[in-house]
C-alpha cells in the first residue's frame, strides 16, 4: 500500500485537504496566518545548520522544516506550495507575488543574451512585452508560432528562433488569452525534443494554464517543464488577490526558489492563505462559471450584431483545434472572446451600455467582466500583432461569472442594441 497521502485522490480533493495538517497549526482545521519576517533559532549551531541546508542543500537538516527569513520561505508558502504541486501532479511548485512575477523569474532564470524565446500569438499582453520588449534589452530574441496546432508551421517557428540563437524556451498560452485559441501540448514536448536534438540542449516547453486552470487542464501530464498558473484569476476566484504559481520537476523548481531569494518577488503569509482558502472552491466555482459560459456563448453566436465566438466549445469536428481539445481539455473554460462587427466605435457603445457585466481587466473572478482587448490588455501590442493573433478593434474578452446565465443574457442583449 502507497503512503504517499494523495495517492488516489482527485485534484479536486487535493484542492481541499493536502499540504496541511492540523497538528500543524495547534489543532487548527485551517492553517493559521504566520505573520511574522523572521523566525528564532534554537542555538547558534541550529542558526548554521539551517542556512547551510538552505543554501547548499547539506547538512543534519536537510529535508527538515525550518525557517530563517520570510522572503525565504514561510509556512504559509509550504502549505501552498505542497497543494499546488499536488493539484497539478507535479514534483514541487513555488508561489509569487503575481502571475507576471512568475512568468519573470522563468525569463530571467533560463534566458541569457543571445538566447531566443518560442511562443504563440496570441498571448497575454504583459507576456508579449515581456519577451519582445523587455528581455530584448539584455540580448535575447523571440519568435512566434501562429497556429499552435499547426506541426510544420510551429516546426518553421522553432529553426527560425534557432537561427537568431540558442532556443531555450517555448512558451505555451492554451487556451490563449484572450480568443481561447488553443496549443497542443504534445506538439510542444515534441518539438522540444527535436530541437533538443539539433542545437545540443532541449528547451523547456512552460505553459500557462491560467484560463483553464488544474481541474480542466493538466500539462504536467502531457510531458511539459513547467506549468504556470496565474493564481491572481480562478484560482484566487474573487478579484482581490494578486499571485503566481509554477509547477514542475524538483531541480527547475529548486532553481527558481533559490532565485526568488535574490529577487523577493515571493508571495506573503496573508495572500498565501487566501489563496488556500479559494482553491478548496476552485472546482465547484469553475464548474457553475463554464456552465454559464456555455448559455452566454450560444446566445452570442446567434446574435445578429456578433461575427464570431472563439468559445472552445464551439470549435468544428474534423478540425485539428477540436481533435487537440478532445484529447487534452476536460471542459471549455468561462474565457472566450467575441467579434462584434464594426470596430472600436461600436464596442465602445457596448460597453458604455453594461449594466450587470463589469468592465475590467482581469478574469476569473465571481463577477462576469468584460474589455475591449485591442484598447486595454493588449493595448502595448503592435497593431499588426493583434490581427495576426485574431484580435480586431472589434474584439470583446469576456469572463463570464457566477451569477444567474438569464441576467447575463440580458445585459448582453441591452447592450448590444447600441452597436
Given at each position: 500500500m502507497s503512503t504517499d497521502p494523495k495517492a488516489g485522490l482527485r485534484?479536486?480533493?487535493?484542492?481541499?485537504?493536502?499540504?496541511?495538517?492540523?497538528?500543524?497549526?495547534?489543532?487548527?482545521?485551517?492553517p493559521p496566518i504566520f505573520m511574522t519576517s523572521t523566525f528564532v533559532y534554537p542555538s547558534a549551531q541550529h542558526a548554521k545548520h539551517v542556512h547551510e541546508a538552505y543554501f547548499d542543500g547539506t547538512g543534519p537538516l536537510v529535508g527538515a522544516t525550518n525557517h530563517i527569513y520570510s522572503r525565504l520561505g514561510h509556512p504559509g508558502l509550504d502549505f501552498l506550495e505542497k497543494r499546488l504541486a499536488a493539484i497539478d501532479g507535479a514534483e514541487e511548485a513555488v508561489a509569487y507575488s503575481s502571475g507576471m512575477a512568475a512568468h519573470s523569474s522563468i525569463a530571467l532564470a533560463y534566458i541569457r543574451t543571445g538566447d531566443s524565446v518560442l511562443h504563440g500569438r496570441p498571448i497575454y499582453g504583459g507576456v508579449d512585452m515581456l519577451y519582445n520588449a523587455i528581455m530584448p534589452q539584455f540580448g535575447s530574441h523571440a519568435t512566434a508560432y501562429l497556429d499552435g496546432t499547426d506541426e510544420a508551421g510551429v516546426r518553421a517557428a522553432a529553426d527560425a528562433a534557432m537561427?537568431?540563437?540558442?532556443?531555450?524556451l517555448i512558451i505555451v498560452e492554451t487556451p490563449a488569452n484572450p480568443t481561447a485559441a488553443i496549443v497542443d501540448l504534445d506538439l510542444m514536448v515534441r518539438i522540444a525534443d527535436e530541437v533538443g536534438a539539433k542545437q545540443g540542449h532541449r528547451p523547456l516547453v512552460v505553459v500557462d494554464n491560467t484560463l483553464l486552470g488544474p481541474f480542466a487542464q493538466r500539462p504536467i501530464a502531457h510531458g511539459v517543464d513547467l506549468c504556470m498558473t496565474s493564481l491572481t484569476k480562478y484560482c484566487g476566484g474573487h478579484s482581490d488577490l494578486l499571485a503566481?504559481?509554477?509547477?514542475?520537476?524538483?531541480?527547475?523548481?529548486?532553481?527558481?526558489?533559490?532565485?526568488?531569494?535574490?529577487?523577493?518577488?515571493?508571495?506573503?503569509?496573508?495572500?498565501?492563505?487566501?489563496?488556500l482558502r479559494s482553491l478548496e472552491s476552485v472546482a465547484v466555482r469553475t464548474e457553475r462559471a463554464m456552465d454559464n459560459a456555455r448559455g452566454v456563448a450560444e446566445f452570442l453566436r446567434d446574435h445578429p450584431k456578433v461575427a464570431g465566438v472563439t468559445y472552445l466549445g464551439f470549435l468544428k469536428e474534423g478540425t485539428r483545434q477540436r481533435a487537440v481539445y478532445d484529447r487534452q481539455c476536460k471542459a471549455a473554460g468561462s474565457t472566450f472572446s467575441f467579434h462584434l462587427y464594426g470596430g472600436e466605435a461600436e464596442a465602445f457603445r457596448m460597453l458604455d451600455q453594461m449594466k450587470l457585466l463589469k468592465l475590467a481587466v482581469s478574469l476569473g473572478g465571481s463577477e462576469t467582466l468584460i474589455c475591449h482587448s485591442a484598447s486595454t490588455t493588449h493595448y502595448a501590442v503592435a497593431r499588426e500583432q493583434r490581427l495576426a493573433g485574431g484580435i480586431t478593434d472589434g474584439t470583446m474578452r469576456l469572463s463570464v461569472g457566477l451569477e444567474h446565465v438569464d441576467d447575463l443574457i440580458a445585459d448582453l442583449r441591452q447592450a448590444l442594441e447600441a452597436v
Open positions: 485534484p479536486e480533493t487535493l484542492a481541499v485537504a493536502y499540504g496541511y495538517d492540523p497538528e500543524m497549526g495547534m489543532g487548527s482545521v485551517k537561427a537568431q540563437g540558442p532556443l531555450k503566481g504559481g509554477i509547477t514542475g520537476r524538483k531541480e527547475l523548481i529548486d532553481h527558481l526558489r533559490m532565485q526568488r531569494t535574490t529577487w523577493g518577488n515571493h508571495l506573503d503569509p496573508y495572500t498565501s492563505w487566501l489563496v
